[in-house]
């Protein structure tokens, strides 16, 4: 059990060293997200955007600064917004 924990470390810690580097880790899950290219591609201002996430204008503005990180469900919504922009936007229309 413990050899097992020490590899994932291991692992763990190879993967963040390469992912400073730039390198590509093959991230899927927690990859970080370009808020801007998604709400753009959307074509969206963040005045319309913070409220489809929920949340005060400012704190969305602080998403795209950088001075808040995005996770959970809003990190797996804007994940489905960057790929599926026109999807996201059918759904949208029915509420």
Same mark, same amino acid.
């Given at each position: 059990?413990?050899? #097992? =924990?020490? /590899?994932? %470390?291991?692992?763990? @810690?190879?993967?963040? !060293?390469?992912? *400073?580097?730039? &390198? /590509? +880790?093959?991230?899927r *899950?927690?990859?970080?997200? /370009?808020?801007? &290219? !998604?709400?753009? +591609?959307?074509k @969206?201002?963040?005045k #319309?955007?913070?409220? %489809?996430?929920?949340?005060? %204008?400012?704190?969305?503005?602080?998403? #795209?600064?950088?001075?808040?990180? !995005?996770?959970?469900p809003a990190? !797996?919504l @804007?994940?489905?917004?960057a790929?599926?922009? #026109? *999807?996201?936007r059918? *759904?949208?229309q +029915? =509420?």
């Amino acid at each position: 059990m413990m050899m #097992e =924990f020490e /590899d994932g %470390l291991i692992q763990s @810690l190879t993967e963040a !060293v390469a992912h *400073a580097r730039g &390198e /590509d +880790t093959g991230c899927r *899950a927690h990859c970080p997200i /370009d808020l801007r &290219e !998604v709400r753009k +591609t959307a074509k @969206l201002t963040q005045k #319309e955007m913070a409220p %489809l996430m929920g949340m005060s %204008l400012s704190g969305y503005r602080k998403w #795209e600064q950088k001075r808040r990180t !995005v996770s959970g469900p809003a990190e !797996v919504l @804007l994940k489905v917004m960057a790929r599926e922009p #026109e *999807a996201f936007r059918r *759904a949208l229309q +029915t =509420f």
